[in-house]
């Protein structure tokens, strides 16, 4: 794990510069950083500064600028007055190249027409195919996910394959009928009775809700398919009356009369959250304001108006996120200070911690929105190097802060425990509701609320997706979403504030509607249901209590009878899987991506859970200590005799059964959970509570022993979680590079034929390693023979000649291109067509290697020799899988020999247990044009930084770059 000071700021971002760019008629910009994620142009010239020579040195950020080009060089002075130099590349040195030649075919795409002289168009693009990339990524993991909770592995029973079905085969309703019980994963998606509802449904009902869940599986299918191949996920950012109409027509038509058309369902899932959102703050904000105001002593009707529409802001569109500084943080800085320290820090607070929290960070909000004092930290903060200088920055504004701060804190405190408690005592409820009645008027929110028909359709669609993704996720999503989207309008506005007109072709038009605003509103909209798209799971507790058991490993055949007397019907037992497997974090996770008798074959292999807990041991501040001391035996002091110990806890000792041995004990841990207070209770006092002395002792002894169980029990979730999580991982890096695959594979097909001179190469080029291949006949063309008529003197001064011309249109040295020429006919022996590559991708596409886990996982290092890497790992189960003795022929419906006839492999993977590493480089030979991907992706150090292997090529890169320095300074 990366250290927070080790990522160190660049020169340039210390000095304020955000980029450099080109553009239009050989226009250079330097920009600075603004406001949230805005860019100021500091400096509009042309490439080599000439526009500007005379006024040189120009202010640029925190520096000046000396020189333009080749090398741009700008002087100024960090947050603490030192002297500091950037010394920045300029663009137009390299203007028009990039790696694949692909840079004017994606021009075509997006502009209609290529730009030579300019590097602001090309970013907007690269942020539009990742959010492509993004959505396909997900989404399939989506349909993955489905397709694991309904249970039956047959290919005939996934989701792709029965949606094009009709409804009267049956296959869809059986479909939902197998998913039922799982349905409340996925928050508001599909309709469904609760569990806990009294409401027996109609026959009227059961159909409505039937239709409006196949019409769920069908809008997702819709989007998968859209998402699937590059030039279908153009759909995401048609003109606003376009995307509706492309999910409409995908499946409807034929289907119109059967279930709700897709689109409607999108709608109203948008339109219930925002009007629920709505609702909530209506009723949330009154005491809080309240408090403010009274707080505040503001009794004027248009300040209270003013305030109240800042707050919505603050609460609702979170405007705060893009102050430049972390509000909390500063608050938890300020509640460390005296006097506020011991009266904030005081238990008798806790209750209303969370309340006394949102007042304060909103009433710093207010303060310092755009603030002269706001400006100050911000500049101060992006100058400092690292998080250590940071920390002293807001340590230093913290005691500004507090400096403003004391009357609210003051007046808040005495307020809050006023307004917000809640006594036992109905009466006194009652009273103090009444005594702080406050009437908050709608019309103060008129002009900021959302309103659900002033969304775009795309937003609407991600907020639809939110409810198929857990809160972690749809914030990591989402967060990068808004990453994007922000970058292409700041891109924009680049282009616009320069006097140049920006305009998409008409498959990206969502992009020039609204005066070229769209992408800003998207990121708005998207910031806000970040906030609010949380799942919420309602679950069927006995389905649930089923797999929890599976997962720890029942070693039993499992019964609706057994969960219902041994598990539901012992209210103890039945708490104790509930608070330590099915509320755990882990829980959910494990369920959704594979099925939970598995988890208990994954945690029986010593290799994979030794060397997970020896990750979990790099992290700072390491769990393991603390796990191993609940272990009933725990005499070892080395960490890694721990990390043994636990292992061989994890995989020896710990099952279901381990737990109902001690269901006694943990009945009695609820029982008396008060410990000795409880036995006080006794007629006799103390009397009695001093004859039961032994009891109090032995019952105290079994309650550790049930707490260590409980510790125990979410290390074993924990790590079976960590596996799984990092096989999904490693998966998604795959996929993501067959996209890319596609999408470039698309546009040489395109350059081949538009290019007269390379009409031949449709032909010739047409096939899987189609890209690879090209590049290496090209720089055939260019490389140097030595000629014989020439001496050897000569000849090397040709070769210099020649490589200050040429050396530039080289796509790889001389070593991997024989590297990768042996690898393409190694693949190509396996089988020439290119299936090869076609079954890699698909594997990965259905992640296929969690599907075959079950079968394959424990012949993993069955030598229980120590596990390398994720990487490893993943390609075991994957080679396994691809090298079975049959496939099955969909067309003809029966097992068939390997026609990918993968012998050797199998052999290998028998004799040692792991993969094979030449076999994963023949694999992805496909991929190679690409040379810096294909090495992350088949070079197992460079693919996991963190691995051991990982860890030891960086350290000789770092040997290698010493001893270059060394030598350097030698001469």
């Known amino acids: 794990m990366s250290n927070n000071n ?5 020169k340039a971002k210390r000095l304020g510069i955000k980029s450099v760019l080109i553009h239009g008629d050989n226009r250079l910009a330097i920009t600075t950083f603004g406001k949230g994620n805005a860019a100021e142009i500091a400096l509009s010239t042309d490439t080599k500064g000439d526009e500007i020579k005379d006024k040189l040195p120009t202010k640029v950020g925190g520096g000046q600028v000396h020189k333009i080009a080749p090398v741009i060089d700008v002087k100024g002075k960090d947050y603490q007055g030192n002297a500091l130099e950037a010394l920045l590349n300029n663009p137009a040195e390299h203007a028009g190249e990039d790696y694949l030649k692909l840079k004017p075919l994606l021009e075509k795409e997006f502009f209609g027409k290529e730009f030579p002289n300019d590097s602001i168009r090309i970013q907007i693009i690269h942020n539009i195919l990742d959010i492509q990339k993004i959505l396909g990524l997900y989404i399939n993991d989506i349909i993955y996910v489905i397709d694991n909770l309904q249970g039956d592995d047959q290919d005939e029973s996934k989701l792709a394959n029965i949606l094009g079905e009709s409804l009267s085969t049956g296959k869809v309703k059986d479909y939902l009928k197998r998913i039922n019980d799982y349905l409340g994963f996925f928050d508001s998606a599909f309709d469904f009775t609760k569990k806990k509802s009294e409401h027996k449904t109609t026959e009227a009902e059961e159909s409505k ?17 859209c998402t699937a191949h590059f030039k279908n996920s153009t759909f995401l950012f048609a ?5 509706d109409k ?7 038509d034929e289907y119109k009369s059967e279930f709700t058309t897709e689109w409607a369902i999108i709608e109203q899932n948008y339109s219930k959250k925002i ?12 005491k809080n304001l309240h408090i403010i105001f009274d707080t505040l002593k503001v009794n004027d009707e248009k300040l209270r108006k003013d305030i109240a529409k800042q707050y919505y802001e603050f609460s609702i569109l979170k405007k705060g996120k893009n102050l430049g500084i972390n509000v909390r943080r500063l608050r938890e800085l300020i509640f460390e200070l005296e006097p506020f320290k011991e009266e904030i820090k005081n238990k008798k607070h806790d209750s209303y911690r969370q309340k006394i929290n949102t007042v304060i960070d909103f009433l710093l909000y207010r303060k310092f929105y755009e603030s002269a004092e706001l400006n100050e930290i911000v500049s101060q903060l992006r100058g400092t190097p690292d998080d250590d200088a940071k920390k002293k920055i807001y340590n230093f504004f913290s005691r500004f802060a507090a400096s403003v701060v004391p009357p609210f804190i003051s007046n808040i405190l005495p307020r809050m425990m006023d307004y917000v408690k809640n006594d036992d005592k109905t009466k006194d409820r009652n009273e103090n509701k009444n005594k702080h009645e406050f009437a908050l008027n709608e019309s103060w929110f008129t002009e900021v609320q959302i309103k659900p028909e002033d969304a775009t359709p795309l937003t609407k669609l991600f907020s639809f997706l939110c409810n198929f993704w857990s809160g972690k996720e749809i914030n990591e999503i989402l967060t990068a979403y808004i990453h994007k989207f922000e970058n292409i309008q700041m891109f924009i506005d680049l282009i616009n504030k320069e006097g140049e007109e920006i305009i998409f072709n008409s498959q990206y038009s969502l992009f020039n509607e609204n005066n070229n605003q769209r992408a800003g509103q998207i990121a708005q909209e998207l910031r806000i249901i970040a906030s609010i798209g949380k799942m919420k799971d309602d679950i069927n507790p006995a389905k649930f209590y089923e797999s929890a058991v599976e997962i720890l490993g029942f070693s039993k055949e499992m019964t609706k009878d057994y969960i219902k007397s041994e598990i539901l019907n012992n209210h103890p037992f039945r708490n104790f899987i509930s608070n330590n497997v ?3 974090r882990r829980f959910i996770y494990l369920v959704r991506y594979i099925k939970p008798r598995t988890v208990r074959l994954l945690m029986k292999n010593r290799s994979i859970v030794q060397y997970v807990l020896s990750r979990i041991a790099d992290i700072p501040d390491s769990m393991i200590d ?10 070892e002091t080395d960490k890694k005799r721990k990390i043994e110990a636990l292992t061989k806890y994890l995989v020896e000792d710990f099952s279901f059964d381990t737990i109902l041995k001690n269901k006694n004990g943990i009945a009695e841990n609820t029982k008396n959970k008060n410990g000795i207070a409880e036995n006080t209770k006794n007629k006799n006092g103390i009397a009695e509570n001093t004859k039961n002395k032994n009891g109090i002792t032995e019952n105290t002894k079994n309650n550790i022993e049930i707490e260590h169980l409980k510790a125990l029990t979410g290390l074993y979730m924990t790590v079976a979680f960590v596996a799984v999580k990092n096989l999904v991982k490693t998966n998604a890096r795959y996929y993501i590079a067959f996209a890319a695959f596609d999408r470039d594979f698309h546009l040489f097909k395109e350059k081949f034929k538009d290019d007269t001179n390379f009409k031949h190469t449709i032909g010739k080029y047409d096939n899987r390693f189609a890209i690879t291949e090209y590049f290496l006949d090209q720089d055939d063309k260019v490389r140097y023979v030595p000629d014989p008529n020439l001496s050897d003197a000569e000849n090397k001064k040709a070769l210099f000649k020649f490589l200050d011309t040429r050396a530039g249109k080289w796509h790889f040295t001389k070593e991997w291109n024989i590297k990768l020429r042996g690898n393409i006919d190694e693949a190509k022996k396996i089988h020439e067509t290119g299936l090869l590559l076609n079954t890699v991708r698909n594997d990965t596409e259905h992640l ?14 069955a030598d229980n020799k120590p596990m390398r890497s994720y990487f490893e790992l993943y390609h075991f189960i994957l080679q396994k899988w691809m090298s079975r003795q049959e496939w099955f022929d969909k067309k003809n419906k029966k097992f068939v020999p390997n026609p990918l006839s993968l012998g050797d492999l199998s052999n290998i993977l028998e004799k040692f247990h792991t993969p094979s590493h030449d076999w994963i480089k023949y694999a992805y030979v496909s991929l190679a044009y690409n040379l810096p991907r294909y090495k992350n992706l088949t070079i197992e150090a460079l693919f996991d930084e963190d691995s051991e292997a990982g860890k030891n090529l960086i350290e000789k890169w770092k040997q290698k770059e010493y001893e270059k320095k060394k030598n350097n300074e030698k001469r």
């Open 6 to 10: 080790d990522q160190k700021k660049t």
């Open 209 to 225: 809700m039937q239709k409006h869940n196949i019409g769920v599986l069908r809008l997702l299918g819709a989007v998968r398919l």
């Open 239 to 243: 003109p606003l009356d376009g995307l």
């Open 246 to 252: 492309t999910l409409k027509d995908e499946f409807s």
């Open 275 to 286: 009007n629920n959102i709505n609702n909530s703050f209506l009723t949330n904000a009154k």
């Open 582 to 584: 099915i509320n755990s």
């Open 626 to 635: 603390s796990y191993y001391q609940n272990l009933p035996v725990h005499k």
């Open 848 to 861: 296929n290697v969690l599907f075959a886990l079950p079968q394959y996982v424990s012949e993993f290092h």
